[in-house]
């Protein structure tokens, strides 16, 4: 047999094609030739591909090599091909069984001393492979994890090629496994774990603040937070993701994919871990790029921040000194839950589906709350950075909240409680899941599943409220005290805040708590 073909799967986004590669030994000089849109990465492939062989105790062939990479027009990128070149050219040669190869998706990156390393995007990839009618999987063993998440696939994780030489029929000594280069460098953990460690029931003097965290967490409600330095907005947004209830399992996997092509950390870190079922937490620093935020690299898109916070929390400290463009470019995604990203390779497509929590102080130099003492802020400085949270971005957000310092006061008698009454994470979450149920169960006719979700003429049609209790909000309607956007986040607040209290439909004092969570239409004056 001189010529053989083996299967890989390269990525678009999270959307996988199916790619032959076909390796022809022919009698010519010899070299290696690779065709077929490969780029940079793909092409260094080739020396990879023969030291592993090589070391192995396998034979590269002394002659002319040729490997072609079809659909040619498909872009393909990075190493994950290494191990389907190099079980191609093997089956061409006949060192190993052709037949066994072309039943098997291949996904791998080779080391020159023959090991196989992790790869990105294995998840993906198999989700793809199993709807492309494959059912059997070679990946690297550090990847077994993530690639054992795809049901009704059979997935083979292995340390090096001889081990795949011999699933392919070859009948070679492997190694001990500590003899093999190690084939997964430990991802930097510490960040992660850190913030699994939080709980709600660390923050003292805030019970208003918590409150509005439940509500939130409960309808899945943006939230915007205004209050000097020092308010403690940081500590509350980032224990926002531990009142959310586990993901199921179908966010779990969208998530885990997303998270699987990221980058290196994170990629590294669902190869170890598999499925990801916290929602994630995201908390970009406000020099941050459009592309770092929204998606963008080289090449091949890459999915930014606001997806790999799908199904999670992007939190923005001192949102508005965020570029105004990063802000814009955040309005398209909080509508439509997802993202296109265009390059030169293609245009890919990632799920934004993310809970947005931004924070900001009253004015640039912070200190414009309560009295204003020490505020030098001009008037024009504080309209300039009040402004560039107005307007479309502002529709967004159901809850605007004004966070004080908490006082000292409050905090002893806090610590005092905190031994009888003050909840924890967990118990919060269990509140607020079943919350969720209660919507998901109202909603259950219509395309969504948290109030979040539902439009204003949905409300006040079909959801439709008796005139008593909607008398508080109707009035200040009346008196142009509030919008009607404003009006409508009002009654999506207070379906979340009936949810907490287990009613099945909101009641006047509902409506009162949603008006004060509300906030004003122009949060960022008068604080
Ligand atoms: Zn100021």
Redesign the pocket.
């Known amino acids: 047999m001189s010529v053989a073909k083996s299967f890989a799967i390269s990525l678009l986004g999270l959307a996988g094609t199916l790619i032959e590669i076909e390796a022809e030994i022919s009698s010519n000089l010899p070299s290696f030739v690779l065709v077929g849109l490969p780029d940079a990465s793909l092409s260094e492939s080739k020396d990879r591909v023969r030291a592993a062989i090589q070391n192995s105790s396998l034979k590269m062939p002394a002659r002319r090599v040729t490997v072609n990479l079809s659909p040619a027009s498909v872009p393909k990128q990075g190493a994950s091909f290494d191990l389907s070149i190099a079980v191609a050219i093997l089956a061409a040669t006949s060192e190993i069984s052709h037949h066994s190869v072309r039943n098997f998706i291949h996904l791998g990156e080779l080391g020159l001393d023959g090991s196989v390393r992790s790869v990105a995007g294995v998840l993906p990839s198999l989700l793809s492979a199993k709807s492309l009618g494959f059912s059997r999987a070679i990946v690297p063993a550090a990847n077994l994890a993530e690639a054992k998440l795809v049901s009704d696939i059979e997935v083979i994780g292995v340390h090096s090629l001889a081990e795949v030489a011999n699933v392919h029929g070859a009948n070679l000594v492997i190694r001990e496994p500590e003899q093999i280069a190690a084939t997964v460098l430990e991802p930097n953990l510490a960040e992660n774990s850190n913030l699994e460690n939080l709980d709600i029931s660390d923050i003292l003097g805030q019970a208003d603040a918590i409150r509005a965290l439940t509500v939130a967490a409960a309808g899945g409600h943006h939230l915007l937070m205004v209050g000097p330095p020092g308010a403690g907005k940081t500590m509350l947004a980032e224990r926002l993701p531990t009142l959310l209830p586990n993901l199921p399992l179908a966010q779990a996997l969208e998530t885990t994919a997303v998270l699987s092509i990221a980058d290196h950390r994170r990629s590294a870190v669902v190869a170890l871990n598999g499925l990801v079922e916290r929602p994630p937490f995201e908390a970009p620093h406000h020099s941050a790029s459009v592309s770092s935020l929204v998606g963008g690299g080289v090449g091949l898109p890459r999915p930014g921040l606001i997806s790999t916070a799908n199904n999670g929390v992007l939190f923005l400290d001192e949102a508005p000194e965020f570029q105004l463009p990063v802000l814009e470019a955040l309005r398209q995604p909080l509508e439509s839950g997802e993202v296109l990203i265009n390059r030169s390779a293609g245009t890919a497509r990632f799920p934004a589906k993310f809970q947005l929590v931004l924070a900001a102080n009253p004015?640039?130099?912070?200190?414009?709350f309560g009295q204003a003492r020490g505020?030098?802020?001009s008037e024009v400085a504080?309209r300039k950075y009040a402004n560039k949270l107005s307007g479309p971005l502002l529709d967004r957000i159901d809850i605007r909240l004004a966070i004080s310092a908490a006082n000292a006061g409050q905090m002893a008698l806090d610590l005092e409680a905190a031994q009888e009454n003050q909840m924890t994470s967990k118990q919060l979450r269990q509140q607020v899941q079943c919350a969720r149920e209660l919507a998901a169960d109202r909603l259950s006719a219509t395309p969504w599943s948290l109030n979040v979700q539902v439009p204003g003429s949905y409300l006040r049609k079909q959801l439709r409220l008796a005139t008593e209790v909607t008398q508080p909000i109707d009035r200040a309607l009346a008196k142009g005290k509030i919008s009607m956007r404003g009006y409508d986040r009002c009654l999506r607040l207070a379906w979340s805040i009936a949810d907490l209290a287990g009613c099945d439909q909101p009641r006047r004092e509902h409506i009162v708590e949603a008006a004060y969570l509300r906030g004003s239409d122009s949060p960022m004056v008068g604080v």
Do not use: I, N
């Not at 004015?363 to 414009?368: A, F, H, K």
């Open positions: 004015c640039p130099c912070g200190r414009s505020c030098t802020c504080k």
